[in-house]
């Protein structure tokens, strides 16, 4: 009875969907969508960044690259690719964090034994958290 | 063997429906004591989604459990505010999905009903463009999709703030406490034998028993020769130690079923299976065909989801209850209070079946049937009352970073988990060294947690403050917990180092059945990081 009684009140759900559809006119969603989730702090990345993302992902935190530069901002080089780009939802609330001088950061990927690219890591943590 | 004063209820069971139910209970001014034979929310609840949703799906099967669930969804957002964030869907169509745009959006028109419930907005319908434009790791061609707004919790964190609560206002608790025998006395049952950490049994009295103890639920109903029938389903999920995509995504996975890859603060859940149990409920392995079928469904609509590499797999056993014939997922998510006393069990009552979502509301139906059988009048107060750490609104995590010494990013996290008590942990520790820097965890949380939380091993640890929970899977952090911890509770050397190894060989079990070929090489590094740890007696 419950499962019936479901069924027939989406069917008709349906159809005054459909009518509804017939009658109005769409209209773009994005903006509202992307305004509704901002004070969420949901960042998106964009469709390079995206593309690159499985790469920018890979570090095991094995610290290396902590051993061949120092610190983006105040932060630990490893940290940068191992939790700050885990975490880019309210990257905006701690933007503190990775502002300031950086180093060789060339170099420093050159250590990764996993291969993470170190500047693009850094690039997109810092326009995240700034945007 | 020791014997304790009597309580008015004993509680078996510390998911997070026990854990409601202990709080429910002493909020009532009763005596509780609650015992967890493992650790608080080890069980199901930690094996969940990490969600608490309104239940779209039930809309084709029985429209009261999504009312119901999207109102209780709506108390626990508020009483739990620093436990909880917003997880936006984007759900794909795709040209032969079982669902047509069309279809899709109704439903999601009439979630909207139930929607500011539990403080939600509204669907949005998006074009193909649209779609790619917030979404760009979705398939190039799909026809639309819609999007649902749900919420993510910690689901480790909302047991332990139940048990913290019920524990100021004057319950007790106890993990790692196995009971091992319901008492009776002239068919009425009058307490329970347990076992402790440490061995030692003890015996405690109480006028009513709760059995919260979820898919364990007919073993213990079985010691007072009572009844309990479910029909359990395994689920696992896949767990990347990223957030990969910007917002969570559905898919249709071949049998159409629908999957969920949720997007959390850090991390993402991929899943979830759900198949007919029959083994045994403390031995519940991932095999690799079921995590195929998820990267099956996920490839259609995220192709790049094979180029991300997991960290482990989570699995766990809902406590359904029974019905024959129904294909799994098509099995109600309702539960049922059930008092035993017509089956010669008087003073046992079990709570079995329902889902996260509503485990208020199954506390409070549960508590109301105790306190009828006690005659006990007490208003429930759960739904009103903040759970710790929502009392007051919360530093600024940039504030609280620069006043304490810590990144704000650590400061952050920790406000997740401790909400507005966050000063409180840091102050504890004296100390500002972070220690697990994936996640990242200060050193002071962990004292904290050892001292105050009842973290007792190193697998506590990782639930109640996620040490190891990051990328590295602890490489870089299981051994300096393991000092930290063993120091608080007076470990020797050796038990330190054996708590690492134990700590490392569990959690493979779960990273096995995911790594590739990347993942294998990673994995490699990382054994080279914990080489002390793994090869001691030349096993994994």
């Given at each position: 009875?419950?499962?019936?009684?479901?069924?027939?009140?989406?069917?008709?759900?349906?159809?005054?969907?459909?009518?509804r559809?017939?009658?109005?006119?769409?209209?773009?969603?994005?903006?509202?969508?992307?305004?509704?989730?901002?004070?969420?702090?949901?960042?998106?990345?964009?469709?390079?960044?995206?593309?690159?993302?499985?790469?920018?992902?890979?570090?095991?935190?094995?610290?290396?690259?902590a051993?061949?530069?120092?610190?983006v901002?105040?932060?630990?080089?490893?940290?940068?690719?191992?939790?700050?780009?885990?975490?880019?939802?309210?990257?905006?609330?701690?933007?503190?964090d990775?502002?300031?001088?950086?180093?060789?950061?060339?170099?420093?990927?050159?250590?990764?034994?996993v291969?993470?690219?170190?500047?693009?890591?850094?690039?997109?943590?810092?326009?995240?958290?700034?945007? | 063997?020791?014997?304790?004063?009597?309580?008015?209820?004993?509680?078996?069971?510390?998911?997070?429906?026990?854990?409601?139910?202990?709080?429910?209970?002493?909020?009532?001014?009763?005596?509780?004591?609650?015992?967890?034979?493992?650790?608080?929310?080890?069980?199901?609840?930690?094996?969940s989604?990490w969600?608490?949703?309104?239940?779209p799906?039930?809309?084709?099967?029985?429209?009261?459990?999504?009312?119901?669930?999207?109102?209780?969804?709506?108390?626990?957002?508020?009483?739990?505010?620093?436990?909880?964030?917003?997880?936006?869907?984007?759900?794909?169509?795709?040209?032969?999905d079982?669902?047509?745009?069309?279809?899709?959006?109704?439903?999601?028109?009439?979630?909207?009903r139930?929607?500011?419930?539990?403080?939600?907005?509204?669907?949005?319908?998006?074009?193909?463009?649209?779609?790619?434009?917030?979404?760009?790791?979705?398939?190039?061609?799909?026809?639309?999709?819609?999007?649902?707004?749900?919420?993510?919790?910690?689901?480790?964190?909302?047991v332990f703030?139940?048990?913290?609560?019920?524990?100021?206002?004057?319950?007790?608790?106890?993990?790692?406490?196995?009971?091992?025998?319901?008492?009776?006395?002239?068919?009425?049952?009058?307490?329970?034998?347990?076992?402790?950490?440490?061995?030692?049994?003890?015996?405690?009295?109480?006028?009513?028993v709760?059995?919260?103890?979820?898919?364990?639920?007919p073993?213990?109903?079985?010691?007072?020769?009572?009844?309990v029938?479910?029909?359990?389903?395994?689920?696992?999920?896949?767990?990347?130690?990223h957030?990969?995509?910007?917002?969570?995504?559905?898919?249709?996975?071949?049998?159409?079923?629908?999957?969920?890859?949720?997007?959390?603060?850090?991390?993402?859940?991929?899943?979830?299976?759900?198949?007919?149990?029959?083994?045994?409920?403390?031995?519940?392995?991932?095999?690799?065909?079921?995590?195929?079928?998820?990267?099956?469904?996920?490839?259609?609509?995220?192709?790049?989801?094979?180029?991300?590499?997991?960290?482990?797999?989570?699995?766990?056993?809902?406590?359904?209850?029974?019905?024959?014939r129904?294909?799994?997922?098509?099995?109600?998510?309702?539960?049922?209070?059930?008092?035993?006393?017509?089956?010669?069990?008087?003073?046992?009552?079990?709570?079995?079946?329902?889902?996260?979502?509503?485990?208020?509301?199954?506390?409070e139906?549960?508590?109301d049937?105790?306190?009828?059988?006690?005659?006990?009048?007490?208003?429930?107060?759960?739904?009103?009352r903040?759970?710790?750490?929502?009392?007051?609104?919360?530093?600024?995590?940039g504030?609280?970073?620069?006043?304490?010494?810590?990144?704000?990013?650590?400061a952050?996290?920790?406000?997740s988990?401790?909400g507005?008590?966050a000063?409180?942990?840091?102050?504890?520790?004296?100390?500002?060294?972070?220690?697990?820097?994936?996640?990242?965890?200060?050193e002071?949380?962990?004292?904290?947690?050892?001292?105050?939380?009842?973290?007792?091993?190193?697998?506590?640890?990782?639930?109640?403050?996620?040490?190891?929970?990051?990328?590295?899977?602890?490489?870089?952090?299981?051994?300096?917990?393991a000092?930290?911890?063993?120091?608080?509770?007076?470990?020797?050397?050796?038990?330190?180092?054996?708590?690492?190894?134990?700590?490392?060989?569990r959690?493979?079990?779960?990273?096995?059945?995911?790594?590739?070929?990347?993942?294998?090489?990673?994995?490699?590094?990382?054994?080279?990081?914990?080489?002390?740890?793994?090869?001691?007696?030349?096993?994994?």
């Amino acid at each position: 009875m419950g499962r019936a009684d479901s069924l027939a009140k989406l069917a008709f759900a349906y159809g005054v969907h459909l009518t509804r559809r017939r009658l109005a006119r769409p209209r773009p969603q994005v903006r509202a969508l992307l305004e509704t989730n901002a004070a969420d702090g949901i960042r998106a990345l964009t469709a390079d960044e995206r593309a690159r993302h499985p790469r920018l992902t890979t570090c095991i935190n094995c610290g290396l690259c902590a051993l061949a530069a120092g610190r983006v901002g105040k932060t630990r080089l490893p940290d940068l690719a191992s939790s700050y780009m885990r975490l880019y939802a309210r990257l905006g609330e701690v933007s503190g964090d990775v502002e300031g001088e950086g180093p060789d950061l060339v170099a420093a990927a050159a250590v990764c034994p996993v291969g993470v690219p170190l500047a693009e890591v850094a690039e997109v943590v810092r326009r995240i958290s700034r945007s | 063997m020791s014997v304790g004063s009597p309580y008015d209820v004993v509680v078996i069971g510390g998911g997070i429906t026990g854990a409601g139910v202990a709080r429910d209970l002493s909020l009532r001014g009763l005596s509780v004591l609650l015992l967890e034979k493992g650790d608080y929310g080890a069980g199901t609840t930690g094996a969940s989604s990490w969600m608490i949703h309104g239940g779209p799906r039930y809309l084709e099967f029985d429209w009261d459990t999504t009312r119901l669930s999207c109102q209780d969804a709506g108390h626990i957002v508020s009483i739990a505010r620093n436990l909880v964030y917003r997880v936006v869907f984007v759900i794909p169509v795709l040209a032969h999905d079982k669902n047509n745009i069309e279809r899709m959006e109704t439903a999601m028109e009439v979630y909207d009903r139930f929607q500011p419930l539990k403080k939600s907005h509204p669907h949005r319908r998006l074009t193909a463009q649209e779609a790619l434009q917030v979404e760009p790791g979705l398939a190039p061609d799909l026809v639309g999709a819609v999007t649902m707004e749900e919420w993510g919790v910690d689901p480790h964190r909302l047991v332990f703030a139940n048990i913290q609560d019920a524990v100021a206002h004057g319950a007790s608790a106890f993990n790692h406490t196995r009971v091992t025998e319901l008492i009776r006395d002239a068919g009425k049952v009058i307490g329970v034998r347990y076992q402790g950490p440490d061995g030692a049994t003890a015996e405690a009295r109480a006028k009513v028993v709760v059995n919260a103890s979820g898919p364990w639920s007919p073993e213990v109903a079985a010691m007072a020769g009572a009844r309990v029938e479910l029909r359990p389903a395994k689920g696992i999920h896949i767990v990347y130690p990223h957030r990969i995509s910007n917002f969570s995504i559905s898919a249709e996975s071949v049998d159409g079923r629908d999957l969920l890859m949720v997007s959390h603060a850090g991390f993402t859940l991929l899943g979830t299976t759900d198949d007919d149990f029959y083994g045994d409920l403390d031995s519940v392995d991932v095999v690799e065909d079921e995590v195929e079928y998820l990267l099956q469904a996920f490839e259609r609509v995220f192709p790049a989801i094979r180029d991300y590499r997991p960290a482990r797999t989570t699995t766990g056993v809902r406590p359904t209850l029974f019905k024959w014939r129904r294909y799994e997922d098509e099995l109600s998510r309702r539960y049922a209070v059930l008092d035993h006393a017509g089956e010669g069990a008087d003073g046992l009552i079990s709570i079995v079946g329902g889902k996260l979502s509503m485990y208020r509301l199954m506390a409070e139906e549960t508590s109301d049937a105790v306190c009828q059988k006690l005659g006990h009048r007490a208003p429930c107060e759960t739904a009103r009352r903040p759970l710790p750490g929502n009392e007051s609104e919360v530093t600024p995590p940039g504030e609280l970073a620069a006043r304490c010494g810590i990144p704000a990013l650590a400061a952050m996290k920790l406000q997740s988990r401790q909400g507005s008590n966050a000063e409180k942990v840091l102050d504890e520790g004296a100390t500002s060294r972070i220690l697990c820097r994936c996640e990242p965890v200060t050193e002071a949380e962990l004292v904290y947690a050892a001292r105050h939380e009842q973290v007792r091993s190193l697998a506590d640890a990782f639930r109640r403050v996620g040490v190891a929970a990051g990328p590295c899977a602890g490489a870089a952090c299981i051994l300096r917990s393991a000092e930290v911890i063993g120091r608080e509770l007076g470990w020797s050397a050796e038990q330190r180092f054996d708590a690492a190894r134990d700590f490392v060989r569990r959690s493979w079990l779960g990273r096995a059945p995911v790594l590739g070929r990347s993942g294998w090489a990673q994995e490699e590094l990382a054994q080279g990081a914990l080489r002390g740890l793994m090869v001691a007696d030349g096993t994994r």
